[in-house]
């Protein structure tokens, strides 16, 4: 806070006070903070003299050839940023602040709002405060949006684990009726050569028949064993 102070004191030639303060006893135990004024004059050898710069208006400071108020603010915001990021990590903690608006930075939140010190003091008494009934609404609402969210995003996750499961089941279901379907045409195609086969071996056996009718219509002898005076194995054929 001391070094933040003297930067703005050498920056725009001003006094600056700072004190710190402690958390309230009856307020959030984290809350560490610094109050920090400073003159809207620059400070010279005799007293104070012309406005500081960052007192102009945008004309006046146009004039001087200085930008407008605006971008003044946001360089003290970011040079405030720098040395607590500054700090933090010199002490060893990860934790880091920025100065930029939430819009700014991508984040998809609602600025909070803050009940100020006059404000917090009341409620502290037990002092019921529109501002402070307009702020615990907003967070109520605040607090109902990010359940729905979530609500959302565990259905949201929900619904894609049970897509997987289902895209899964269905190629298990493509592969078992491919297989299925491969097995059929393989069942089929072995069917059809059997009957090939036996179709092949009746008319090699009615050929056999006719050709032994005819040899008996002739007196042709049929063969015979020469062991056991048996018909030879042709004879015995049969499908």
């Given amino acids: 806070m001391r070094e933040f102070s003297q930067e703005i004191a050498n920056r725009y030639g001003v006094a600056v006070d700072f004190a710190i303060h402690h958390p309230h006893r009856k307020g959030d135990d984290r809350n560490h903070h610094a109050h920090v004024m400073t003159s809207t004059r620059q400070v010279e050898a005799t007293g104070l003299g012309a406005k500081a710069d960052i007192e102009l208006s945008d004309s006046d400071r146009a004039k001087r050839g200085l930008g407008r108020v605006n971008e003044e603010l946001i360089a003290v915001r970011e040079r405030w940023a720098a040395l607590t990021n500054e700090k933090l990590q010199e002490h060893g903690h990860e934790a880091r ?3 930029r608006s939430l819009e700014a930075q991508g984040i998809d939140r609602e600025p909070t709002s803050h009940l100020g010190p006059a404000v917090s003091a009341m409620e502290r008494r037990g002092i019921e405060t529109e501002v402070g009934a307009r702020i ?10 990010a359940a729905e969210l979530g609500r959302l995003e565990r259905e949201s996750a929900a619904i894609g684990q ?3 499961v289902l895209d899964g089941d269905i190629r298990s279901a493509l592969q078992a009726r491919d297989a299925q379907q491969h097995g059929t045409s393989l069942d089929r195609t072995a069917t059809h050569d059997r009957e090939a086969v036996r179709r092949a071996a009746r008319e090699r056996w009615l050929e056999y028949r006719e050709g032994k009718g005819a040899d008996r219509e002739q007196g042709a002898e049929p063969a015979r064993g020469k062991d056991k005076g048996r018909d030879t194995p042709d004879d015995d054929f049969s499908l």
């Fill in 162 to 164: 049970s897509i997987l």
């Fill in 136 to 145: 615990q609404a907003e967070a109520q609402a605040r607090l109902e949006r």
């Fill in 97 to 99: 602040v920025d100065h």
